[in-house]
């Protein structure tokens, strides 16, 4: 089940992106010729009015084929055709078009991260504070989450205590626990493993009833405080409608300079390149976080949205910038660029998003394979 979960979920993000190219492209008056999800050859088809609507056998993607997208083409069209074909649009059109696909990933990714962190959905929060540890999405609480083995917290402290007060104060935050705990000093110099001289004493919510607890803190070097060798539980920030909308805008700001980064080091990095996925990788990614929880499932959704979207926009044809980047210079230019011109300058780009898919691709079928 989990598995047709994931299935559907792409393919509906593969559908909204040409969905959004396919409405724009009929709202201005260009006639579309076909809305394909996925690549030939042709599975199933039917025709509707002057469109095809089409399912293929390569999962891949999908299209949308607008009449006269190759601006050769445009003396062999009939006339009256001709009017509605792309390349006879003014630029302005072409490129509201073509930014209407990313445009409704973004929107997507958006709506998916401002929900979670709306909802407060603990799973999904601690996923996007992975995704962008500067935006704090989740906060601890007063609760002992795990207690580590062989900490002085080990004897004392149990999974599920709740701490009330420390050292005869109110415990307010676990900041301010924290504090209390490293405010204990050793009896001589503060050295790695030092315990304190004065243990912290500790009131905790246990099973309903109430316990108080004496544990002598242990020096970290390696945290530079005082610790007592336990883990606080968290919980997911609540956000309003404003606050959760500006943390989503945030997240989706750092995932894509990430990308952008990620990116570009793939081609430096022998490393980084053993992390890039193709679609098939992609695909197991995104059945993991639906077994692992909505919240998880659906910040994961929001990302590979996102991810499309900063894609999508590489100024390289056929990706949708290159269209953007060609209908910029023909309005600067003042006149049509001839295709040969265009797929030149875009060759390079689109050799090294190749070399990306295939190296994905390698990384995952070796992984599969074991």
């Not at 304190?196 to 099973?207: G, M, W």
Request: aromatic share 8%; hydrophobic share 50%.
């Amino acid at each position: 089940m989990s598995w047709l979960v994931t299935i559907l979920g792409i393919v509906l993000l593969i559908v909204l992106h040409e969905l959004g190219h396919f409405t724009v492209a009929k709202a201005v008056g260009m006639r579309v010729e076909r809305f394909s999800l996925f690549f030939p050859p042709k599975l199933v088809s039917v025709r509707r009015g002057e469109t095809e609507y089409m399912i293929g056998a390569i999962p891949a993607g999908g299209y949308v084929k607008i009449t006269g997208m190759n601006p050769e083409e445009l003396g062999e069209l009939d006339p009256a055709v001709t009017r509605r074909a792309y390349y006879a649009q003014a630029p302005w059109k072409r490129i509201v078009v073509i930014l209407a696909g990313p445009a409704v990933n973004l929107l997507i990714a958006f709506a998916l991260f401002w929900g979670v962190l709306l909802a407060g959905d603990l799973n999904g929060a601690e996923t996007l504070a992975n995704l962008r540890p500067s935006t704090q999405t989740v906060v601890a609480t007063n609760t002992v989450h795990a207690v580590q083995r062989g900490e002085p917290a080990a004897a004392a402290l149990r999974s599920g205590d709740r701490i009330v007060a420390i050292d005869g104060q109110t415990a307010r935050s676990a900041e301010a626990i924290r504090d209390a705990i490293a405010s204990h000093r050793c009896f001589g110099p503060q050295i790695d493993g030092c315990r304190a001289a004065t243990p912290v004493s500790l009131a905790v919510q246990r099973s309903g009833r109430e316990a108080r607890l004496e544990i002598r803190p242990r020096y970290s070097k390696a945290l530079g405080r005082m610790e007592l060798g336990f883990e606080f539980g968290l919980q997911a920030k609540r956000f309003g409608a404003l606050s959760a909308a500006g943390a989503a805008l945030g997240e989706m700001w750092g995932v894509t300079a990430q990308t952008l980064t990620s990116l570009g080091h793939a081609f430096t990095s022998e490393r980084v390149r053993h992390e890039v996925h193709s679609i098939v990788g992609i695909t197991e990614i995104a059945h993991e976080s639906v077994a692992a929880g909505a919240g998880y499932a659906l910040v994961v959704l929001g990302f590979i949205s996102l991810v499309l979207a900063v894609i999508n926009l590489f100024p390289f044809l056929p990706l949708d910038g290159g269209h953007v980047l060609w209908s910029l210079a023909e309005k600067v230019r003042g006149q049509r660029i001839s295709l040969a011109s265009m797929y030149r300058f875009s060759s390079v780009g689109i050799i090294l998003l190749l070399f990306l898919v295939l190296n994905g691709l390698s990384n995952d079928i070796s992984r599969l394979a074991g």
